[in-house]
């Protein structure tokens, strides 16, 4: 029997800082998903405060927490789960950029960032700390696992998330246009798919923000690592996906990838990361 998840994927464009306007954009797609049925809808990285650089962040934080308990109250009326991305603060006062998964009206889980991006227009490291932990959600419909942008670019995590038993990872972006950067993203999470016999679900932002162009694409691979489904590009846009949760049981029968991994081999790639660690 087929278990399909029905993954509102909300490509929306959020404006740096701007909170309000953020959260009716978050709201608007919750509503989308409701009307067109989805299980769970998932937006992008920081949808709700917005991604760029500068101290924007040291201010808005409290307003984007406030906006998070509106919308986890808009999730309740609806009756629908949300995965939002957001800045999270600890009780030490300390950030992170995170993704509350949402249902039942309430906060089911968190992940941050554990990659924090530091090159370029990014300056992550200035305003975050990074997270440490990859757990795996239960939900409803399934077992989930949540990466955050470049996390997905380490195998590690990933890795992780299926060790865990998630049957699909959703990856929240929020990736600027730059020439060759849509083939870098299929690569990354065509291998990542196919290394770990698992369907991801990639939600980009799309839009123009802080001068920055960000290039949506959002798209579904299959746990075969085939691209099911791309959403347009640049601009804002909302689909509901089918993912087949049973494809990695049925191929992991046959693909021993996942089941015949070695924790001898596992040690010695510790070993070998503390090797490297002398020389770096």
């Known amino acids: 029997m087929d278990k399909i998840l029905k993954a509102g994927v909300a490509q929306i464009s959020s404006r740096l800082g701007d909170i309000e306007f953020n959260k009716r954009q978050v709201i608007k797609g919750l509503h989308l ?38 919308i986890i109250e808009e999730t309740k009326k609806l009756n629908i789960w949300a995965i939002v991305g957001y800045v999270d603060k600890d009780e030490r006062g300390f950030f992170y950029n995170t993704a509350a998964l949402i249902g039942a009206g309430e906060i089911k889980g968190k992940f941050a960032k554990t990659q924090l991006t530091n090159y370029r227009l990014f300056d992550e490291k200035r305003y975050f700390k990074p997270g440490s932990t990859l757990p795996v959600f239960p939900t409803p419909f399934g077992k989930i696992g949540i990466l955050i942008c470049e996390d997905v670019w380490f195998p590690e995590a ?3 998330l ?27 999470l065509k291998v990542r798919a196919l290394d770990n016999i698992i369907p991801l679900v990639f939600v980009n932002m799309s839009g123009i923000q802080d001068g920055v162009t960000y290039w949506g694409g959002s798209a579904y691979y299959s746990a075969s690592g085939k691209l099911i489904k791309r959403l347009k590009l640049l601009v804002d846009d909302f689909e509901v996906i089918p993912v087949d949760l049973e494809e990695p049981k049925r191929l992991r029968r046959r693909d021993i990838r996942v089941r015949e991994v070695r924790r001898e081999i596992l040690e010695e790639i510790l070993r070998a990361y503390e090797e490297m660690s002398k020389w770096i």
């Open 33 to 70: 998903g409701k009307e067109k049925k989805a299980d769970i809808v998932v937006f992008p990285e920081l949808s709700l405060i917005g991604f760029g650089s500068g101290d924007i962040y040291l201010d808005k934080v409290e307003e984007n927490l406030e906006a998070l308990k509106e």
């Open 158 to 160: 990933s890795r992780a």
């Open 162 to 188: 299926t060790f865990r038993g998630a049957e699909v990872i959703f990856v929240l972006s929020a990736s600027p246009f730059d020439r060759g950067k849509i083939e870098i993203w299929d690569d990354f």
